[in-house]
């Protein structure tokens, strides 16, 4: 039986749903937007001022503004969903999310173990799990998942991510 123990934090709370909207369309649309066209339109206008009214520092201005916009602007936007995202959770839930968790991989289920508390996932009812950067998301549906951060993750990860998919195919 291999284990590994992790700590949940706040910032944590928002890993899945930044995870999940970096695949959508939706999401990609908006951020193209922000940081390529946004900015284009603004660098044309620069050249126009540039130009036409022969005003090189509004030139340069209106320079800068694109340039920043386009690399600040996805800086604002991923804090906004972390807001968003963190208001969905009242202060008793986080208080019962955040915390320490010890992950346990057995023959028939996977064991999530939090204090004395001891929850028993059927290996049938684990979707995937998917490793990320940061972040290993152990599905247990579409929109819910076990968020596991790297780094706080205690033991061996890798060897946990193997086992735990050949279960998951197993149990299929």
């Known amino acids: ?14 890993a899945f749903t930044e995870h ?13 937007r922000h940081q390529i066209t946004f900015p284009a339109i603004l660098a044309l206008l620069a050249l126009l001022v540039w130009l ?5 520092l509004g030139a340069i201005y209106i320079g800068m ?18 807001h968003k995202t963190l208001k969905l ?11 320490k968790y010890k992950l346990r991989l057995e023959p028939q289920a996977l064991t999530e173990i939090r204090g004395k508390q001891e929850t028993r996932i059927p290996w049938r009812d684990v979707v995937r799990i998917e490793a990320a950067k940061r972040y290993v998301f152990i599905y247990l549906d579409v929109d819910m998942a076990l968020i596991i951060p790297r780094k706080s993750a205690k ?12 279960r998951i195919s197993a149990a299929e």
């Not at 036409?52 to 090189?56: D, E, G, L, R, S």
């Not at 959770?89 to 955040?98: G, M, P, T, V, W």
């Open 1 to 14: 039986m291999l284990e590994i123990e992790y700590e949940l934090r706040e910032q944590d709370l928002t």
């Open 20 to 32: 999940q909207l970096h695949d959508k369309e939706h999401y990609q649309k908006i951020l193209r």
């Open 52 to 56: 036409y009214y022969a005003n090189i």
């Open 65 to 82: 503004i694109a340039v920043l916009w386009h690399y600040l602007s996805p800086v604002l936007i991923k804090y906004n969903i972390r």
């Open 89 to 99: 959770y009242s202060e008793a839930d986080k208080q019962q999310l955040i915390g």
């Open 155 to 166: 033991g061996d990860i890798h060897k946990f991510i193997q086992i735990a998919d050949k």
